[in-house]
């Protein structure tokens, strides 16, 4: 039997009985299973680590089951029926509506039915034991899980705990508004019907998703921001694109509109339509309220207070993800819990440096590159983060906003492009409306940010990460030829305009 095989057998999850008293020990634990954890986990135990992951409730976690994966499922529908609505010979053929209960069963298969046995499956694949239940730390490397059966299991980890407990929907602090049954993100992933009224307070990115899927699949949709616009950390016109074209498809949009109270009519016992109150008096009705006001770190009922930290906030990170309050560096917090990027492409980064991370130092390695942009650093945090809002336009952008960008002290130049303009959108969809922009370090001679905004752009944001992540020469990316006739097209133009020294835009 080979080490790694003895290692593997070591890993088998244990019989109950041996959990009894005695402390299990191993030398990685990871507190939550969402898609962050999994990842740090698969690292640790690729590392030859002995890995435990406890979770309390689907292994997966929000994206798989109330977030990412039947969002996602719930637009893609709305969105390539709005992209064949574009395409002459295709849109005459198009005159239905969605076919509601199709797309809300092509979700249910995207959240796998709300039953995680594939994931479970895969941990065991991976030689990861698994512990479900609520697991809280107990000290210094040690966690307690309580079991749904009643009973409790203590861990210690040799090496390190990873907490990747995640992030959960923040309601405002409105009077009642636990007793009005409102929506956060779960509801709106998870409804097996639809709403007639869905009033949508928040401007960000649950937002406009949400409100784009349920305009779609018939609800009146009204979106209730108390800010200016929509999309509020994407350069302006993302934003502004996004909410023509909600306003258009018939999504009652009230921008510096702020919501005062929140009741239902019936009697008390959360029945009965629900009614807002907004600020200067007057009333929305609605049957469902979603709120889609942001997110607070799942770090109340972890046992910080055990080590000396307190308990509901953030955990700060350095940029291997160990948090950096605690000393002897055995706890690591991994994903959106230390609110570096709450995205499960970037937490997943961030578990494949803190899993490098954890097994270097455990095996007593010298961290060879744990420098900026070196196998242990998660520097991209900082400079290249990509994401996408799959509206209708998509909007989607990576590294800094020019306000960004300026604010930091750099010298910046800043170059638009009408996406209109390009053959190759044109083609993908008649009338295309979309905007692109550059942002340029103009010492450094490369790209701080770009952000795109389209219908089908999203696969588009790819080729500006490498450009930021790179730090790719504007000289080089010149000979970067994007084939005709693509919207990837856009690149040329933008460079293009960039070396014939056009105006920056107004805004
Ligand atoms: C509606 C919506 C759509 C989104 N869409 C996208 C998208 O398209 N793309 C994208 O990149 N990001 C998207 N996100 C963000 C993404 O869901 C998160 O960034 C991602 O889920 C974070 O992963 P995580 O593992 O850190 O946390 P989570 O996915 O929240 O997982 C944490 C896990 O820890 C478990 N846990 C918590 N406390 C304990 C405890 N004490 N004991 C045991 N287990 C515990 C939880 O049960 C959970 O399973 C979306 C978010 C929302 C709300
Ligand atoms: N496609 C994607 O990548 C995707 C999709 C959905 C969510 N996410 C992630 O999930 C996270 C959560 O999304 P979100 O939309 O809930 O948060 P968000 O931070 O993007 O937006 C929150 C919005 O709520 C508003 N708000 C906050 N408190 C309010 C209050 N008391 N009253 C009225 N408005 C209030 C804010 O002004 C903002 O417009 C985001 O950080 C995002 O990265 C990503």
């Not at 080979?2 to 020990?25: G, K, T, V």
């Not at 629900?274 to 009705?285: K, M």
Request: glycine share 12%.
């Amino acid at each position: 039997m080979s080490a790694s095989d003895e290692q593997r057998r070591d890993r088998e999850p244990r019989p109950d009985e041996a959990a009894a008293d005695r402390p299990e020990e191993y030398d990685v634990i990871v507190l939550g299973a969402g898609p962050v954890g999994e990842n740090v986990a698969d690292r640790t135990s690729a590392a030859g680590l002995a890995t435990v992951i406890v979770e309390s409730e689907l292994v997966g976690g929000e994206c798989s089951y109330w977030a990412c994966m039947p969002s996602k499922a719930l637009l893609r529908p709305v969105t390539a029926r709005a992209d064949a609505r574009r395409v002459p010979g295709v849109r005459e053929r198009l005159t239905a509506p969605l076919e509601v209960s199709a797309v809300l069963a092509h979700r249910d298969a995207y959240a796998s039915h709300w039953h995680d046995d594939g994931q479970v499956d895969w941990l065991k694949s991976a030689g990861i034991d698994l512990v479900r239940g609520r697991g809280r730390l107990d000290g210094p490397r040690r966690v307690t899980v309580d079991l749904p059966d009643g009973g409790r299991r203590q861990l210690t980890a040799r090496h390190a705990v990873a907490v990747c407990t995640g992030s959960r929907a923040a309601l405002p602090p409105l009077p009642g508004v636990d007793r009005v049954r409102p929506w956060t993100s779960r509801e709106a992933t998870s409804s097996r019907t639809v709403p007639r009224r869905l009033a949508v307070v928040g401007g960000g990115v649950v937002a406009v998703e949400m409100a784009t899927v349920y305009r779609a699949l018939g609800a009146a949709v009204t979106v209730l921001v108390r800010g200016s616009g929509l999309l509020d950390r994407m350069e302006p016109f993302a934003g502004e694109l996004v909410a023509r074209s909600l306003t258009e498809a018939g999504v009652d949009l009230r921008t510096g509109t702020s919501v005062t109270g929140v009741r239902r009519t019936g009697d008390g016992d959360g029945s009965g339509p629900v009614v807002l109150t907004l600020d200067g008096g007057d009333e929305l009705e609605a049957d469902e309220v979603l709120f889609a006001t942001g997110r607070a770190p799942r770090t109340e009922d972890i046992g910080l207070e055990t080590i000396g930290l307190s308990p509901g906030r953030w955990l700060e990170v350095d940029d291997s993800c160990r948090v950096t309050q605690v000393p002897d560096g055995w706890l690591y917090a991994v994903g959106d819990v230390n609110h570096r990027a709450l995205l499960t492409h970037q937490g997943k980064y961030q578990a494949r440096i803190a899993g490098a991370a954890i097994g270097a130092r455990a095996h007593g390695t010298p961290p060879p590159d744990a420098g900026p942009w070196g196998a242990l650093s998660a520097t991209a945090d900082h400079a290249a983060v990509p994401q996408v809002v799959f509206t209708d336009p998509e909007a989607a952008s990576v590294g800094l906003t020019a306000a960004r960008a300026r604010e930091s002290g750099r010298r910046v130049r800043v170059v638009d492009q009408d996406m209109g303009q390009v053959a190759g959108a044109g083609l993908y969809a008649e009338g295309y409306r979309g905007r692109a922009r550059i942002v340029v370090d103009e010492d450094r001679g490369h790209l701080l940010g770009a952000t795109f905004v389209g219908p089908g752009i999203g696969e588009l944001l790819h080729s500006a990460t490498v450009a930021v992540a790179g730090e790719v020469p504007l000289d080089r990316l010149w000979h970067a030829v994007p084939a005709y006739p693509t919207i990837s097209e856009v690149w040329l133009r933008l460079l293009e305009k960039y070396r014939d020294g056009a105006a920056e835009p107004a805004e």
